[in-house]
């Protein structure tokens, strides 16, 4: 259990009692400053998480990395420390395993696992803001959106309420994610593209025959050529279903006369330039090509 020193002499624990059993060797140990925890062992995330609320006092919430993983996104590296948001006349600092924000806008607070926790945009970008890592923030911001915890629009408007200090590395992954792509090798071939000169598609829309019978929802689609290119990696073919999943859309594709190029996410970095001259023999090939048929898409 953790619980203030105030509360503990409130209850008629004299403090002389506190400190001797929060002494080395005693049953008890501070987690912060004034904040105890009524056992010796090692503290458990939570607890860490409820002494950093506690430090808080009234009315603060968790943000960046812990909040993000209450609300159930998994993407994301190992917190450093607990991020908390105090309201801006509060005299609180940051101390031991606590990192204290004071914020004049502080943002609703949503109850996950008995805690309160930052609204999903503005935990993403405070996590965001402390993290130097593009890839890390990258696949935080691409979660995010791609399991629908949150919007593009929403990351947007908090990055707009926010100022510039700090968000330069949020920015930037919030480009190809506002253009479509979901993920790391998606927003990797998304910039490979801007490079290609080749006309601009759309990312991850469902795309269907004349029929309205599904074909695929395609990393990326260039409709003016019926051209579609997959970021299709080893991780997703490490089943009997996955690979018969991938073989039948490959069908579906060739039926419908489209070309697709398949690539594996790692050579975007290993060999950017390889994978832009088949991006492009890809595309003259979909372009010299008789196209069967008409299509149509949906936003997937």
């Not at 004049?104 to 309160?116: I, K």
């Amino acid at each position: 259990m953790v619980v203030r020193a105030a509360a503990l002499e409130a209850a008629g624990v004299p403090g002389r009692t506190i400190s001797r059993r929060c002494a080395s060797g005693g049953p008890w140990q501070r987690l912060l400053p004034g904040i105890v925890l009524l056992h010796s062992g090692e503290p458990t995330n939570e607890q860490r998480l409820q002494a950093a609320l506690l430090h808080g006092r009234e009315n603060a919430l968790l943000t960046g990395l812990w909040a993000l993983r209450g609300h159930g996104l998994e993407r994301l590296p190992p917190p450093r420390d607990v991020h908390i948001l105090v309201p801006a006349d509060r005299r609180i600092a940051t101390t031991g395993f606590v990192h204290v924000e004071r914020t004049r806008h502080p943002p609703r607070a949503y109850v996950r696992g008995g805690l309160p926790v930052a609204p999903v945009p503005r935990a993403v970008l405070d996590a965001a803001r402390r993290l130097t890592n593009e890839d890390e923030i990258q696949a935080m911001m691409a979660e995010s959106v791609q399991r629908r915890f949150c919007t593009t629009g929403m990351l947007t408007d908090e990055l707009d309420q926010a100022g510039r200090a700090g968000t330069a590395l949020f920015r930037k992954a919030l480009i190809p994610l506002a253009d479509g792509a979901r993920s790391v090798a998606e927003a990797d071939a998304w910039h490979l593209l801007r490079r290609s000169g080749l006309p601009p598609g759309q990312w991850n829309v469902a795309i269907y025959d004349a029929d309205g019978n599904y074909l695929a929802t395609p990393d990326f689609w260039c409709d003016e050529v019926a051209f579609a290119w997959e970021i299709d990696s080893y991780r997703h073919h490490t089943s009997l279903e996955d690979h018969r999943a991938t073989v039948a859309r490959n069908a579906r594709y060739a039926a419908a006369g489209i070309v697709v190029l398949q690539t594996l996410p790692s050579r975007l970095r290993t060999e950017p330039d390889v994978v832009l001259g088949e991006l492009r023999a890809a595309f003259r090939a979909a372009q010299g090509r008789p196209r069967q048929g008409s299509l149509f898409k949906r936003t997937a």
